[in-house]
């Protein structure tokens, strides 16, 4: 099984993929079990150590400066005439903190020059605030050879601090003369006097060199992480690889997108191989996952959540006792309270210790909404039964089943009311499900639009909805996304309804539209053996037009999944609330009845 992994600061854009939040995975493949082979770690470009020299003159500026680690800035970042300048230092004192960035550079004033009259030394703080500049060859005052004057370089290297945005708005150095030779003067005392392209020159140096040296550890860090993703074969591989490269990468939010997938890789190996021992083999990942190179006002709130799936997964449960164990006892920066409570309140509740459940899951209940994590509330709400106490939580049951009803054990909730009100409160609430969707039936009287899709042999094929005596479902969906994935067996579920309907029978169409192909991270037809969809399926192939027109033209955001409901003459009627645990094949059946004549 190839295995990418979706980066989700990364890889994000139109047609996100929405829903009730799903933190129990399930294999999406059967069962297999799960070897872990080697993956080259990608190393970043190597680089030649600064000379004794270029260390002396770096601690000009960084006395306390020990070590200058040589960084390297991606080609394509830079600028044609600036060229030849990859290179820029992180600086750290003797206890290892990074102290700030030096960047050499050697370049041409004018961009229509080839000779490299502007040698200059940028030295930034940790927060990369401009400290000073030291020339290191002289600084050419103007394009004639003029040179700039020792008793100028203060007032340059303060326009260099702090620019005027009339300065940085000239685009050139050369523009900052007019027709007639004379300065702007938008920009005169904004300038050192005869030095106007200089001035313009080294301001946007400074500007440039903070956009390069905050940037370019991000560019390797996703070259490298798309490396280590194309190679790896599956789940367990990947866990392994990036955790392996992990303590390696230097963009913050990088870090921290790659640890989740790190968790994510990690329990879909678990999931797919319950019977995996290998706790040697995995300590390189699970040190990662309790110990990870993150923003500590943040990382201890990462764990908890790595940790809180791996419980509500019932996966690794010594692991998941240390987490519990070292977050306890964090003194700084702790996890959120309620974080810690879920974890806690979910390793009791998966380990059968239901009353020592209840507390803690009481306490992350009352910070964590229903919508956004209602198994949580529905632990609540079977754990307080399981303790006599389940009188209490007979409201809480109720709108699980209500917004819910396909989420385990649900049904199982009501009995908080009263074993004997199951029956009553399961029609009750049917019937009030029913209503809520018909009220929201739309009003149109315009038919959407023609969607032009493509067949199975790539061939166009234009779909219109409206059609004598036929209803029509449009289901909108993409490879990559979850909830899409948990959508179309229950589509499947309302495909076999219509069949054995003789109400339905022959008189609805159900179309899946498989959209934002251009993320798509596994094969189609992986796909289809996954799923095994029961009704037709066409592409949205170019960019997601075909959708994005729709969504436009209905006034709706377009997000995976869509399930849309036209009547006959091709106007829209219905779209289904999305949510994990909707029943999508009783509410597809109560809005097609509603418009069958």
């Not at 490299?116 to 030394?121: D, R």
């Not at 500049?133 to 260099?160: F, R, S």
């Not at 799936?309 to 702790?334: F, G, Y």
């Amino acid at each position: 099984m190839k295995t990418n992994v979706v980066i989700a600061t990364i890889v994000v854009g139109l047609n996100a993929c929405t829903a009730t939040t799903q933190t129990a995975l399930a294999p999406l493949a059967a069962p297999t079990r799960e070897t872990v082979e080697a993956v080259a770690i990608p190393p970043l470009p190597e680089m030649e150590p600064f000379s004794a020299a270029q260390v002396a003159f770096f601690q000009k500026s960084f006395p306390e400066g020990t070590t200058f680690s040589p960084r390297s800035i991606p080609q394509e970042m830079l600028a044609s005439e600036d060229k030849g300048n990859e290179t820029y230092a992180a600086a750290r004192d003797q206890q290892g903190k990074l102290i700030g960035y030096i960047r050499d550079f050697k370049g041409p004033l004018l961009a229509t020059q080839a000779e490299p009259t502007v040698a200059v030394t940028f030295a930034f703080d940790a927060n990369l605030e401009l400290l000073t500049l030291m020339p290191t060859a002289p600084l050419p005052k103007d394009a004639e050879g003029a040179i700039l004057a020792d008793g100028d370089l203060p007032q340059l290297i303060n326009i260099a601090k702090a620019p005027t945005l009339a300065l940085l708005a000239i685009a050139k150095p050369a523009d900052t003369i007019d027709a007639n030779g004379a300065v702007k003067p938008e920009i005169v005392g904004a300038v050192v006097t005869g030095a106007a392209r200089l001035s313009r020159r080294i301001a946007g140096l400074a500007q440039e060199s903070r956009r390069l040296i905050t940037q370019s550890p991000g560019v390797w860090d996703k070259r490298r992480l798309q490396q280590v993703m194309a190679s790896a074969v599956n789940s367990a591989s990947l866990a392994h690889a990036l955790a392996e490269l992990l303590p390696t990468l230097d963009d913050p939010e990088i870090r921290r997108a790659v640890y989740q997938s790190i968790a994510k890789s990690y329990i879909e190996a678990l999931t797919i191989d319950p019977s995996r021992t290998r706790e040697a083999e995995d300590a390189i990942v699970e040190a990662q996952l309790i110990n990870p190179p993150l923003d500590p006002t943040k990382v201890n709130d990462e764990i908890a959540h790595t940790c809180f799936l791996l419980a509500r997964n019932d996966l690794r449960r010594p692991l998941v006792e240390r987490c519990i164990i070292q977050l306890r006892s964090a003194s700084s920066h702790p996890a959120d309270p309620a974080r810690i409570a879920r974890l806690v309140g979910t390793a009791h509740f998966v380990a059968g210790n239901l009353a020592a459940a209840v507390s803690p899951l009481v306490q992350a209940c009352g910070a964590i909404h229903i919508d956004r994590d209602p198994e949580l509330h529905l632990q609540l709400v079977l754990a307080a039964i399981s303790t006599g106490k389940g009188t209490q939580y007979c409201g809480t049951a109720q709108e699980l089943f209500q917004a819910h009803p396909m989420l385990p054990r649900t049904s199982e909730a009501l009995s908080a009311c009263g074993p004997d009100r199951v029956l009553e409160l399961t029609e009750k609430i049917r019937t009030n499900q029913k209503k809520e969707l018909l009220d929201r039936q739309r009003e149109s009287d315009t038919p959407a639009p023609a969607l032009s899709l493509e067949d199975d042999q790539m061939q166009p094929v234009e779909v219109s909805a409206g059609e004598a005596n036929m209803i029509s479902v449009w289901v909108f969906f993409s490879t990559w996304c979850p909830h899409c994935a948990s959508e179309l067996p229950r589509i499947n579920a309302f495909v076999r309804a219509t069949e054995q309907s003789p109400k339905m029978r022959g008189r609805v169409h159900v179309l899946g539209i498989r959209t934002a192909v251009e993320k798509e991270r596994i094969p189609y037809a992986t796909f289809l053996e996954r799923t095994k969809p029961t009704f037709r399926i066409l592409t949205d192939a170019t960019f997601s037009m075909a959708f994005s027109r729709f969504a436009k033209t209905q006034g709706v955001r377009p997000e995976l999944p869509t399930v849309a409901v036209l009547d006959s003459d091709g106007r829209v009627r219905y779209f289904l609330a999305p949510g994990d645990y909707r029943d999508t094949a009783r509410e597809l059946t109560w809005a097609v009845e509603s418009l069958l004549k």
